[in-house]
């Protein structure tokens, strides 16, 4: 099988701008998690998709959307960009998204916002 | 807030020398998952452990799970330049159905 997938791997933006990431899980895999890692915070989730419906959600301004579409590919958006918003954004998928599945993590996007 | 810490932040061994990371929740945890990233790359699952003092073995990677489910660790024996990487430590909280991941150690192994 093949494994998760995200687009774009680099980004560069400016302050203010908008930004729209994607990650393709798993063939089968149902639902997708989004983290964003940071050297000082660490990992950090932001938000879990399931059957097209956002299930959990963590403590990230609003600026911070995601969505899910039928094939099971998620985006994540992030408006009005700010310098701290500079991170790599990883999305993980599981079968299910129950608290016993496996995650399998993507390669990740890198966001830089100057 | 809830929070799942780990220690140590860094450790440098020689090769060979055992390692060990301890990872510490607030909060009772449904279960532990441990995690593996190398430098440039994406966390790798590991392993998972669910029982009350639970303990499982990846040829030279132990694993344990706290008896009160609020405290785990990683041990590797004999390390090897291969082992290099982030080891992070990752859980459900009190019945919470997001992922709470500690800060990670990370390794660096001298030849």
């Known amino acids: 099988k093949a494994g998760v997938t995200q687009t774009p791997r680099y980004l560069i933006k400016t302050r203010g701008q908008q930004v729209t990431l994607s990650c393709s899980p798993i063939s089968g895999h149902r639902s997708v998690s989004w983290y964003q890692q940071t050297p000082g915070q660490g990992l950090q989730f932001l938000f879990e998709y399931f059957s097209e419906t956002q299930r959990n959600k963590g403590n990230f301004p609003g600026r911070f959307s995601g969505r899910q579409f039928s094939n099971s590919r998620s985006e994540m958006n992030v408006s009005t960009l700010e310098l701290g918003d500079s991170a790599l954004y990883l999305c993980a998928s599981s079968s299910s998204g129950g608290t016993t599945d496996t995650q399998y993590f993507g390669p990740g996007t890198r966001l830089t916002v100057l | 807030g809830q929070q799942v810490m780990q220690i140590p932040q860094y450790q440098h061994v020689q090769e060979g020398e055992d390692f060990t990371t301890y990872c510490n929740s607030s909060?009772?945890?449904?279960?532990i998952q441990w995690y593996k990233q190398r430098p440039g790359g994406h966390p790798v699952f590991l392993i998972q452990?669910?029982?009350?003092?639970e303990v499982k073995k990846q040829k030279r990677l132990t694993f344990q799970f706290g008896e009160a489910k609020k405290n785990s660790s990683l041990h590797i024996s004999a390390t090897q330049t291969t082992d290099v990487g982030t080891y992070f430590c990752?859980?459900?909280?009190?019945?919470?159905?997001?992922?709470?991941f500690g800060k990670g150690t990370k390794l660096t192994v001298n030849p």
């Open positions: 990752a859980g459900f909280q009190g019945g919470s159905e997001k992922l709470v």
């Open positions: 909060t009772t945890l449904s279960n």
């Open positions: 452990l669910v029982k009350s003092g």
